[in-house]
């Protein structure tokens, strides 16, 4: 709702997807007319956790890795050696390794039992890819059903709004490489900051903001991922780390 207050949702003409990405992935898709919201167990892999050398976006994390001429590359926030990867910087390795071909569509490890990043004890291991592909279809998962709810296509989506920190951070053609997000929409994404704080902070300081906050949220539909027959299908279906 924080979400929804900060990009005045309700007066969007374009149909817009917007993603707050965390443990949990809450989505809104819609416009003006109608707009549908729907939360997803994401994991907590894009925050560092269930990661095996993960951890949270500070002063030594991985925070972004290149592939240049078949060479992995990567920086690290503050410089220096690195001692950990975090969420940006994991969805790049995913992606990259795909692109390199160490990682298969089904999310096999091509390469061994694990990834280390040269001279580093930094590290991508099997379970680390396993904990992506169940992150990344759950959000995948929510946006095609949302989807199919309104009677549209990915592709009728104008803009794309990713809040939050790993929102911010994040490379938008990794989450569109692996298939977090369709790679139709990769030149429509936004990072719109931390606008669950922001549209918070409105309501909390304005009687008027809190009322306007209600009412968005009771003009909200809200789709129950669980109790879809379908979910469980999609959800599989989007493991996989093929674009389409």
């Not at 290149?66 to 969805?91: D, R």
Request: hydrophobic letters at 40%; charged letters at 20%; aromatic letters at 6%.
């Amino acid at each position: 709702v924080g979400c929804l207050v900060a990009t005045r949702f309700d007066k969007l003409e374009e149909l817009t997807l917007m993603i707050d990405i965390g443990t949990n992935g809450e989505m809104v898709l819609g416009n003006r007319k109608r707009r549908i919201a729907c939360s997803t167990a994401a994991g907590p892999a894009f925050e560092g956790a269930k990661i095996e050398c993960g951890m949270r976006g500070a002063v030594g994390a991985v925070d972004h890795v290149t592939l240049e001429n078949g060479q992995i590359h990567w920086s690290v926030i503050g410089g220096g050696k690195p001692v950990g990867i975090c969420g940006s910087g994991l969805l790049d390795l995913v992606a990259a390794l795909l692109e390199r071909g160490d990682i298969s569509e089904s999310g096999q490890m091509l390469c061994g039992e694990r990834f280390q990043l040269e001279g580093t004890e930094v590290y991508l291991s099997r379970k680390d890819v396993r904990e992506v592909q169940l992150a990344k279809a759950a959000i995948r998962a929510g946006i095609e059903l949302m989807c199919k709810t309104l009677g549209v296509e990915p592709g009728d989506i104008r803009r794309v709004l990713l809040a939050g920190a790993f929102g911010n951070y994040l490379n938008p053609a990794s989450a569109c490489a692996i298939g977090m997000i369709p790679p139709v929409l990769l030149y429509r994404i936004e990072p719109i900051g931390n606008a669950a704080g922001g549209g918070s902070m409105l309501c909390a300081l304005s009687d008027q903001e809190y009322t306007y906050s209600k009412l968005l949220a009771e003009g909200t539909e809200f789709l129950e991922l669980a109790s879809m027959p379908e979910f469980n299908d999609c959800y599989v279906d989007c493991l996989m780390f093929e674009e389409e």
